[in-house]
């Protein structure tokens, strides 16, 4: 694992590249402290900078940027490519010669042989490369099919950035750092904020599945992007060719896949082991592991004293079943609480999902003993496992039963101003279908309803249904509402079962921009990389080609998969519910962290910062505080927001990142 920085800019005798690419490279230190290296070309303004973190070949044969063969292309990558190995073979028959055993040497051959896009075609693993084409002067960069690994790039004057975190570029003498209210907007909706989109104006993130190229002497903004693979495709395929063999054929098929999927994500030169929260998806990555190793595997849980919030000891019990050599460490309010005003450090871009938290413990505890940690995300958008699902799906068909007149007319009386006065009368009416309000404020829950029924296409209803805030405009004057592409029919793929719409667009935007960004940054902070079996895209492509029946069967979710765990655990641990992993901020914000939260919401901050309505916000703050509506997920989103422009102010930006992080896990 490692990060990559640099830039395409025009020739000028005044620009110190050096100085420059090692500033950008400096920003990347957590991610790859064990080695760095940069290369400029003057005359085509190109610059290259790396961080390594050495996983396969310790050499300086593996340093970055690395040259292929024949000169002719350059690359810095952040990733592991599994099946390198295999490559390597196939390039061996075709005469190729090997200076050591890096992943990046046989992918620069593979470049020169098949082409860049062929190359990464027949790439298993996760990825982001920058690749300079010394022939035809230009930049190529990629990202991973599922966006496990992150890539930012923007414009700063008539100078191409580029970078695996927004700190990079904010190194480079005259980027903007301009607050893009958009962003700040779609951050309120759902707690993170989806590709393209990135919090600052003159950046973007590249999204998964996709190459991006520009070329020496491009005009600002003349960029071309296009897919190397693409999820639509993908799934339709697979719906119109679906598994034809019977639950055991298909649970064979599934173990031997996961298998190889696993093993390949065992090869390392450095220390190995796995998170283990207890789970489906992680006790079955473990329990593949253990299968597999020849040793115990090392693996690692936080617990918390809060019953509510702690499955160390159901994972303590798989690890005891399976043999593994298990560490687990229980947390105490007071030690996790003194790390949330320092999350800004760990997530370059405001991010809102509150088990961020544990995710940066159960890393810092593993980063002790092992440099590489194998993880179980994917499992719920593959293999229908979210406890929202069901009821998604049951709030879909209950609303979609009314005539589409009647639906208009109550979206209509919802969502206006009279009809807001009259709300109560007709949300608790609806509730009969099985849509009444609830959880947050009776207003929020009304303006919901009234999204959901108004929603002319099922990739508007899952839009709206999982937004964590309807009314971002409301909180954030002047926001542009809707502007994810999650609202772009270009984007859409027409599956024609809403569940099968919630898994597809959870896996683009949810599982890409909230989860794996979670796991990267939480890891990466600490200096460790997170692997990911689960999403090996052989394992996506199966999984859209089992029936429903076998992914939810007799109101149990992950059927196939529980039934696959049931080979390795006891039957206890395969049939227990799904629980989430997190933490009770809406009591945190109560209580121990009312005075940070306090601090950063005071009404004079707020409207002298003028991003956010401080009557709006205060409003939600002080009915949170009262006990009459649980706003735990928008305010944290405020809050995040709020705590990383602290960070933002001069003397405490992203110059002094690194530091702060190997500062902290250094004691």
Not at 350 to 368: G, H, I, K
Not at 443 to 457: H, M
Not at 499 to 524: C, F, N, P
Not at 527 to 549: I, K, M, N
Request: hydrophobic share 40%.
């Amino acid at each position: 694992m490692c990060g990559i920085a640099g830039f395409l800019r025009p020739y000028s005798t005044e620009f110190d590249a050096q100085q420059t690419l090692v500033a950008m490279t400096n920003a990347l230190a957590h991610r790859g402290p064990d080695a760095d290296g940069i290369w400029h070309d003057p005359v085509t303004g190109i610059g290259l900078g790396h961080r390594r973190l050495s996983i396969i070949d310790l050499s300086e044969a593996g340093a970055q940027p690395m040259a292929s063969p024949s000169g002719r292309f350059l690359a810095i990558y952040n990733g592991e490519i599994y099946n390198y190995g295999e490559l390597r073979d196939d390039l061996d028959q075709l005469g190729a010669t090997w200076r050591g055993h890096s992943d990046t040497e046989v992918v620069l051959a593979g470049f020169e042989q098949w082409g860049i896009e062929a190359t990464l075609q027949r790439c298993n693993g996760m990825f982001t490369f920058a690749i300079w084409d010394r022939q035809e002067h230009e930049l190529t960069l990629a990202r991973d099919r599922i966006g496990i690994k992150p890539l930012y790039y923007g414009w700063a004057g008539d100078t191409f950035l580029f970078g695996s975190t927004l700190d990079a570029l904010c190194t480079y003498p005259g980027f903007e750092r301009g607050v893009d209210r958009g962003a700040l907007g779609l951050l309120l909706r759902f707690g993170y904020i989806p590709a393209p989109h990135a919090i600052f104006e003159d950046a973007r993130k590249l999204e998964a599945g996709r190459l991006l190229t520009v070329r020496a002497g491009a005009a600002r903004g003349e960029v071309a992007v296009r897919r190397f693979w693409d999820l639509r495709s993908v799934v339709t395929d697979a719906l119109e060719n679906q598994f034809e063999g019977s639950d055991d054929d298909a649970l064979e098929a599934l173990d031997a896949l996961l298998r190889d999927s696993v093993q390949k994500r065992m090869l390392a030169d450095v220390p190995l082991g796995a998170f283990l929260s207890g789970g489906i998806d992680s006790s079955l990555v473990v329990s593949l592991m253990q299968a597999i190793s020849s040793s115990k595997v090392k693996t690692f849980s936080i617990g918390f004293e809060d019953p509510r919030y702690n499955e160390a000891e159901v994972a303590a019990q798989v690890a005891r079943h399976l043999g593994t050599d298990h560490t687990e460490l229980y947390m105490g309010p007071a030690e996790a609480l003194d790390l949330v005003p320092r999350l800004p450090d760990f997530f370059d871009e405001p991010f809102a999902d509150s088990s961020q938290l544990p995710t940066y413990l159960v890393s810092r505890l593993a980063r002790r003993e092992v440099t590489v940690s194998l993880s179980g995300d994917g499992g719920d958008e593959l293999f229908y496992g979210y406890n929202r699902y069901p009821l998604g799906h049951s709030r879909y068909r209950r609303l979609r039963r009314l005539p589409r007149p009647i639906r208009k007319l109550a979206a209509a009386g919802l969502t206006s101003t009279i009809g807001r006065g009259a709300s109560a009368g007709v949300a608790n009416l609806l509730a009969r279908f099985g849509v009444g309000p609830g959880g947050s404020g009776l207003l929020e829950q009304t303006q919901k309803l009234g999204g959901l029924l108004g929603a002319d296409s099922d990739e508007l209803f899952y839009y709206r249904l999982f937004s964590k805030c309807q009314s971002p405009a409301t909180l954030v004057p002047g926001a542009p509402e809707e502007i994810s592409s999650l609202n772009d029919p270009a984007e859409w793929a027409r599956l024609g079962d809403f569940r099968h719409v919630m898994m597809y667009q959870d896996i683009v935007s949810y599982l890409a921009d909230d989860i794996l960004v979670k796991l990267d940054r939480a890891s990466m902070a600490v200096s460790l990389e997170g692997r990911v079996p689960l999403l090996d895209h052989r394992v996506v492509e199966f999984a859209w080609r089992l029936p429903h029946r076998m992914k939810a069967r007799d109101g149990e979710s992950k059927w196939l998969l529980r039934r696959l765990l049931g080979r390795y655990v006891p039957d206890e641990v395969r049939a227990r519910p799904k629980q989430g992993f997190s933490v009770p901020i809406e009591d945190w914000v109560r209580g121990p962290l009312r005075d940070w939260a306090e601090s950063l919401l005071d009404p004079a901050r707020l409207a002298d910062e003028g991003y956010f309505d401080a009557n709006a916000v205060r409003g939600v703050w002080s009915r949170h505080l009262a006990g009459a509506e649980n706003s735990k997920k928008l305010l944290w989103s405020v809050l995040m927001f709020q705590a990383w422009l602290d960070r933002e102010r001069p003397g405490n930006a992203s110059s002094s990142v690194s530091e702060t992080l190997v500062a902290s896990e250094a004691s």
